[in-house]
């Protein structure tokens, strides 16, 4: 449901709130700029860096800026379909965690404490998978790099997330 609402640009960011007549600030809540879904997920400052991660972790150095980049990425990579259920996982992630800092007023997460989400999420769902697509997805899990000190410190350079804890 999140990803057809997300596919289909209706996923409730603020400024499709105040399409829908809703008065509240239609600013994101990381950076000030207006929260379009583009913006939130891949634009914004906080979320940027998580793709940086991710994709360098696939050896794909391609930066989305919007959804139909990202699409592309899925659609020309290698192993599509379990690079399809990673990417919903980040996307859900962000997601997830943007609802807790408008909404709940937690504080913006670490570098290090997405990616470990991220994986997270991905390995509760592999009781989903089966055969070569779940040997796909553990495969791409390996992958992922921890959040090194040495990528923090690149990061870090052109004033990104908050420095993380070394996992
Ligand atoms: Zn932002």
Redesign the pocket.
């Known amino acids: 449901m999140f990803l057809w609402l997300l596919s289909k640009r209706r996923l409730l960011t603020r400024d499709n709130l105040v399409l829908k007549g809703w008065e509240g600030d239609p600013r994101?809540c990381?950076?000030?700029?207006l929260?379009t879904i583009d913006?939130?997920m891949f634009r914004?400052?906080?979320t940027a860096r998580i793709w940086d991660w991710f994709l360098h972790s696939l050896q794909i150095e391609t930066r989305p800026h919007r959804l139909e980049d990202l699409f592309d990425i899925i659609e020309n990579a290698g192993k599509t379909q379990a690079l399809r259920y990673c990417c919903a996982a980040v996307l859900w992630v962000i997601w997830k965690q943007r609802n807790e800092s408008s909404f709940n007023d937690k504080q913006c997460q670490t570098l290090s404490r997405y990616a470990s989400d991220i994986k997270g999420l991905i390995i509760y769902w592999s009781g989903l998978w089966k055969g070569a697509l779940k040997d796909d997805i553990m495969g791409m899990i390996q992958h992922m790099e921890p959040v090194s000190a040495q990528i923090a410190g690149r990061m870090a350079e052109d004033g990104a997330l908050p420095l993380v804890h070394v996992i």
């Open positions: 994101c990381y950076c000030y700029s929260e913006h939130l914004c400052n906080q």
